[in-house]
């Protein structure tokens, strides 16, 4: 066995289809240069940021691993065998930052337990950004994942979420499946309290972007088309 251990670097991408040195330090140019083992979600975008990000890289050099929802997890604590090896491995996101509302967690928590070391590259974050942009509690705020589908669970989480903001004043954020955004922007509509503030941040980074933050009364007479848009929800109840 290597006596240097390999690293482990969570590596960003772009939230959309932006040229990548626009929103990515060229940090992560470097480190996708020089890294050829990438764990990625979808071999074919990750592929198709790799040629973005770096042209001339070897394509056939290339070794990708899969962490999807169909992954073993005996499959996938093998991922950093080669790092014991000596060898550097990418955390590659789909979208955005490794492990952040995203697939990695437990890829990162092996790292640790193999005292491989973790670099993480700075990229953008959809939560963070639509945070700072908010307006709203950047001091504490949540994030919660996924709102629930079925309409009762989904009003009782709705409720709950503006109840936990007042009593510890923290902003609450969360997601949906883009295809159900407008649906979901229109139960906050119906289920908040009309001077709870809403955040909504849509296409961050990109040249469509839209964030705007309004109370639950402002936001009646508002017309967003959210259908399809990866797009973040903050709460703050006062």
Request: aromatic share 6%.
């Amino acid at each position: 066995m290597n006596s240097k251990l390999g690293k482990l670097y969570l590596i960003p991408t772009t939230l959309g289809e932006n040229e990548p040195l626009e929103v990515l330090p060229i940090s992560v140019k470097k480190v996708v240069e020089e890294v050829n083992h990438f764990i990625v979600e979808n071999k074919k975008s990750a592929r198709r940021f790799i040629k973005k990000i770096t042209p001339r890289k070897s394509q056939p050099a290339l070794v990708i691993s899969v962490l999807d929802k169909f992954t073993s997890e005996i499959e996938s604590k093998s991922y950093l065998d080669v790092c014991l090896e000596g060898i550097d491995v990418g955390l590659l996101s789909e979208a955005g930052v490794p492990a952040i509302a995203d697939p990695g967690a437990n890829i990162v928590m092996l790292a640790h337990q193999k005292n491989i070391k973790v670099v993480p590259l700075v990229g953008p974050s959809s939560i963070v950004l639509a945070m700072m942009s908010s307006g709203l509690n950047g001091q504490n705020f949540a994030f919660n994942g996924y709102i629930p589908i079925d309409k009762d669970q989904r009003k009782k989480a709705i409720k709950e979420l503006e109840k936990t903001s007042k009593t510890k004043n923290q902003s609450q954020i969360f997601i949906e499946t883009p295809y159900r955004n407008q649906k979901l922007l229109s139960d906050l509509k119906s289920f908040l309290t009309p001077s709870t503030l809403l955040c909504v941040a849509v296409d961050i980074t990109l040249p469509t972007e839209y964030i705007k933050t309004l109370t639950v009364a402002a936001w009646k007479s508002e017309n967003v088309d959210l259908q399809k848009r990866p797009c973040i929800f903050i709460i703050h109840k006062f």
